[in-house]
C-alpha cells in the first residue's frame, strides 16, 4: 500500500499534470506570445496587474487559447473515464466509451440540428446531448431482460443502436444541402475544440463533472463488478443499480463531452490502457489516472492540431492516427491477452 507522502505526491502529479499542459498551450499557437505577456494578461484578467495591454494579447490568450484548453482538458478526462468504467464493467479491454451507442446518436443529433437550425450552437449541443442519452437509453432498453442487464445484451444492444444512428447521419449527410450543411455536419463529426468558448464551459462542464465525479465515487464497485455478476452479488452487491448507476454517470460524461466537442474516438479506449501500464487494474487508482491522463492527452492533441499545418486538423483523426497504432503496440506488448 502507498504510504500517506507518497498518496499526496501521487494526488498531487494527477492535478497538476492537466493544469500545466493548459498552461503550456497558452503559448502555443501561430500567434507569437512571450512568457511575460501571457503572465502578464492572466495577473490582469485576475487582478494582480494593472496595465494597458494588446488587445490582441488579451483575446488571444483569455477568449480563445485559455477556455480551448480547459474545455480539451475536460473532455479528454470525461471521455477517458467513460471508457475505463466501461472496460471494468463489461470486463472487456476493447470497449471504448462509445460501445453504447453514444457519439452515433450525438452524431445524428447534431447533424439534425444543423440543417434545421442553421448551425446554431445551442441547438447543435442541446441535440446532441439529448439524442446521445436517447441512444444509450435505447441500447438498455435493448439489453434489458427480466429486471437485470446481461452484459452481452447491453453490448448487443449497443451495436444495433450505433447502426442505426449511423445509418440515419449517413441519410442526414445525403439530403443535406451540400454547399451549406454537409460541410458543417463533415466538419462536426470529425470533432474539434476550435470553437470553445466560455459558454461551452458553463454548458457541457456541469454533466460532464458530475459524470466524473460519480464515477470516482463508485469506483470500488467498479472492482466488485469486474469479478462478474454472481462474485459481486455474493458480496452483497445490487447488480442492476449499480450497473445503472455507472452507465449513467459514463453516458452523463460521454454525451456532454460529445456535445460540444463533436466525435473524437480513441481517447476512451486507449488511454485506460495506458493508465493499466502505469499503475494496474485497481480500478481505484485506475478512474482518476485515466481522467488526468485523458485530459492531459487530449490537450496536448489540440495543441498539435493547430500547429502542425496552415489549417487546423481535426481532431478525431490525430487521435485516431496517433491511437491506433499504438493500440497495435499495445496488443503486440500484452500478446492478445488484455488484461
Known amino acids: 500500500m502507498l504510504t500517506t507522502m507518497k498518496k499526496k505526491i501521487f494526488l498531487a502529479i494527477l492535478i497538476l499534470t492537466p493544469l500545466l499542459t493548459i498552461f503550456i498551450s497558452l503559448f502555443i ?36 487559447r485559455l ?11 470525461s471521455l477517458a473515464v467513460s471508457g475505463a468504467s466501461y ?39 442541446l ?47 445525403y439530403i443535406a444541402d451540400p454547399y451549406e450543411h ?24 456541469l454533466p460532464m463533472t458530475i459524470g ?7 469506483r470500488w464497485r467498479l472492482n466488485i463488478l469486474s469479478m462478474g455478476d454472481k462474485e459481486a452479488q455474493a458480496l452483497g452487491i445490487n447488480i442492476f443499480f449499480t450497473k445503472s448507476l455507472a452507465i449513467f454517470f459514463a453516458t452523463l460524461s460521454t454525451a456532454a463531452a460529445v456535445c460540444v ?6 481517447v476512451g479506449l486507449v488511454i485506460p490502457h495506458i493508465g493499466r501500464m502505469l499503475v494496474g487494474n485497481n480500478n481505484i487508482v485506475l478512474i482518476p489516472v485515466s481522467i488526468s491522463i485523458g485530459a492531459s492527452y487530449l490537450v496536448l492533441v489540440d495543441n498539435l492540431a493547430r500547429t502542425l499545418t496552415g489549417s487546423e486538423i481535426p481532431l478525431g483523426i490525430l487521435t485516431s492516427l496517433i491511437g491506433a497504432p499504438f493500440f497495435i503496440y499495445l496488443l503486440k506488448k500484452t500478446k492478445g491477452r488484455g488484461w
Open 212 to 218: 466524473m465525479i460519480g464515477l470516482i465515487a463508485m
Open 29 to 64: 499557437g501561430r500567434y507569437p506570445l512571450t512568457v511575460g505577456e501571457v503572465l502578464t494578461v492572466l495577473g490582469y484578467k485576475f487582478g494582480f496587474v494593472e496595465a494597458d495591454l494588446p488587445l490582441n494579447n488579451i483575446n488571444v490568450v483569455w477568449n480563445i
Open 261 to 266: 466537442s463533436g466525435v473524437i474516438g480513441w
Open 127 to 173: 441535440f446532441a446531448f439529448g439524442f446521445g442519452i436517447g441512444a444509450v437509453v435505447l441500447s438498455y432498453l435493448i439489453g434489458f431482460h427480466y429486471h437485470t442487464t446481461p452484459t452481452i445484451m447491453l453490448v448487443l444492444g449497443g451495436v444495433i443502436v450505433k447502426a442505426i444512428f449511423s445509418s440515419l447521419i449517413s441519410l442526414l449527410k
Open 67 to 77: 477556455p480551448r484548453a480547459i474545455l480539451g482538458a475536460i473532455v479528454g478526462g
Open 182 to 205: 454537409l460541410p458543417s455536419i463533415v466538419f462536426w463529426l470529425m470533432g474539434s475544440l476550435a470553437t470553445a468558448r466560455y459558454e461551452d464551459l458553463l454548458l457541457a462542464a
Open 87 to 125: 472496460q471494468g464493467l463489461f470486463r472487456n479491454p476493447l470497449v471504448s466509451s462509445d460501445i453504447l451507442g453514444v457519439c452515433a446518436g450525438a452524431g445524428f443529433g447534431a447533424s439534425l440540428a444543423i440543417i434545421l437550425f442553421q448551425s446554431q450552437p445551442f441547438f447543435v449541443y
